[in-house]
């Protein structure tokens, strides 16, 4: 039964953490009075302590996006079952969550800095430089998947549309709440929280009609009202990235939080109680449509099993409002944990509902997207508890949206820290440019119009997911790479790093090499490809020439000097 499989899962997910991220805690020599860059780099604008709470719930909902949901529903209807279901589990224990992990603990030991900069200290400075590059060219396709799909959710549900826009309007006010009129955490927590639930009812009563956007052109393109709602997100991510991140990132990710464990909560319930039997197959093909399963399989499902974004959040936000270094191994090995049961229950949506034709034929032809799917499937959990399969649906479609939200302003917040360390920029306000020369180029290429191998329209995240799964395995390729010169220097032999990483290089390369030579419908598309992977295999080359050298080693993990700097020119 497809509970029993639900069950299975999260038990090795969960048993996973409980005993491999208590190992690593002492490997890295984690404690609980070195002073964290939160506090000892405090400028009430990015590096700020938040509570425990609030922090993890920032870190799931910006890692989570729609990366566990997507991936799982798309490797699914492609390979079967039990590859998704073995990837998911085995990836998030054995590489996921040790990889987000061991980032946020080297970002921490480098005041807060981001995987780039932690490059820089052990490795070189010309390290940084590329990584830097690479990893901006992969927040671009962050971007431009995340505001596509967004864009189509609020497109297709003007309901869903309206219960984001009250839900950003509530998230401020909890953050001034907090911050400013210094209400405790459960207190304004009693009072927000069941109004993000009311946002709910009140989005589905007044559905935002997608008649009234105006249009951006007269084109068919140009006229789908889709389009004009990526602009207003492009607005939103602009504004979200330089506001102070007490003032809408931290309460909104909170916030966000409780959507996804409610949505967990009510999948998990209607799973154990519906007694769905699996019809659907356990294996399909080898070779499918998609492509072959390796490594079509592990660059599909990247944020479900393991994602070098999280890397780059983990060092770029996360390691900025950290409190106490305790708290890392919740937040970073735990919430993908978390992340992994998502991708169960996704998955559990394509085993219950794609044994009906329908649901994989609509999807090939662009009738059903795999949100569609997920969302569909919540609606067929809820009704098990007694609420409609409708108000189940609206309520999924809501849970991602707002996830989706947050992973496009935390992106671009990113984004500019990238461009003010490659360039080497101190000051605060230089962030209105930096984060407009993040926004602006995706919001140009998710304009584009884009097509498939027939010649017929595609969505443009679609079209981008490919390299998009790619990228972003091959940056958690790239940052297991970097912590293992980071370990080796503090005369470490991390062999729970290296191999993970030779099997995340083998994945990433084996795919960038069949985009780049089977050629796509975009030459932007490939000319990319072409350009990440030159540059990972220059970072590559640097790293593993360092590995292979006599280094001046760091202090030891455990000791109170690794607290100091370590990064060359700071």
């Known amino acids: 039964m497809l509970a029993g ?235 979200a990235s330089v506001m102070p991140v007490w003032m809408l990132l931290q309460p909104r990710d909170y916030l966000s939080s409780y959507l996804l464990y409610a949505t967990v909560l009510l999948s998990a319930v209607g799973l154990l109680l519906g007694g769905f039997a699996v019809t659907y197959p356990a294996f399909i093909a080898f070779n499918t449509p998609a492509g072959p399963l390796f490594p079509i399989l592990f660059v599909t499902i990247a944020c479900g099993a393991v994602s070098g974004f999280h890397s780059v959040i983990s060092s770029g936000t996360t390691a900025k409002q950290l409190g106490k270094e305790r708290e890392a191994k919740t937040i970073g090995f735990g919430a993908m944990t978390a992340e992994g049961i998502v991708a169960l229950i996704a998955l559990a949506t394509v085993i219950l509902l794609a044994s ?72 605060v306000s230089a962030r209105y440019l930096s984060s407009l020369i993040t926004i602006a180029l995706p919001a140009l290429f998710v304009l584009l119009p884009f097509k498939d191998a027939q010649g017929n329209p595609v969505p443009a995240w679609k079209a981008v997911w490919p390299l998009f799964g790619t990228a972003n395995q091959l940056l958690a390729g790239l940052g297991l790479l970097i912590v293992s010169v980071w370990l080796r220097r503090q005369g470490q032999r991390a062999w729970w790093a290296l191999i993970p990483m030779v099997f995340m290089f083998a994945i990433t390369f084996t795919s960038l090499a069949s985009l780049i030579l089977g050629g796509t419908q975009s030459r932007l598309i490939e000319l990319i490809a072409v350009a990440l992977f030159v540059l990972a295999l220059v970072v590559i080359a640097l790293g593993l020439r360092v590995m292979g050298r006599r280094l001046a080693p760091e202090p030891p993990l455990g000791s109170a000097a690794t607290a100091a700097v370590r990064t060359e020119g700071s």
């Open 5 to 239: 499989i639900f069950i299975g899962g999260t038990v090795l997910l969960l048993t996973g953490f409980f005993f491999y991220a208590r190992k690593l805690e002492r490997i890295l020599g984690v404690t609980g009075e070195r002073e964290t860059p939160a506090v000892t780099e405090y400028d009430g604008v990015d590096y700020v302590p938040a509570r425990a709470p609030i922090l993890f719930g920032h870190h799931f909902a910006s890692i989570a996006g729609a990366g566990p949901i997507v991936g799982p529903v798309i490797a699914g209807l492609a390979f079967g079952w039990l590859p998704a279901l073995a990837w998911i589990i085995l990836g998030t224990v054995l590489i996921g969550g040790m990889h987000d992990y061991t980032t946020l603990i080297a970002s921490i030991r480098h005041r807060g800095r981001s995987i780039g900069e932690v490059a820089r200290a052990v490795i070189s400075p010309g390290a940084q430089k590329i990584l830097l590059g690479f990893i901006w060219l992969t927040l671009i396709y962050v971007l431009v998947v995340f505001l596509d799909l967004t864009a189509t959710t609020f497109t297709a549900d003007g309901g869903v549309a309206t219960s984001s826009m009250i839900f950003i309007a509530l998230a401020v006010l909890f953050g001034l709440a907090i911050y400013r009129l210094r209400l405790s955490i459960p207190i304004a927590s009693l009072i927000f929280v069941p109004l993000i639930f009311l946002a709910v009812y009140v989005g589905q009563q007044a559905p935002f009609d997608p008649g009234l956007l105006p249009r951006l052109g007269d084109s068919v393109h140009l006229a789908d009202p889709t389009k004009t709602w990526i602009v207003i997100l492009v607005l939103y991510c602009y504004l």
């Open 356 to 427: 009906d034709g329908a649901i994989a034929a609509g999807y090939r032809a662009h009738e059903v997207s795999a949100i569609g799917v997920f969302t569909a499937g919540m609606g067929r959990f809820a009704a098990v508890v007694g609420i409609p399969p409708e108000l189940g649906a609206k309520f999924g479609g809501l849970a991602i949206s707002t996830f989706l939200l947050t992973t496009l302003d935390t992106c671009t917040r990113l984004g500019r820290f990238l461009l003010h360390e490659f360039f080497g920029i101190r000051k």
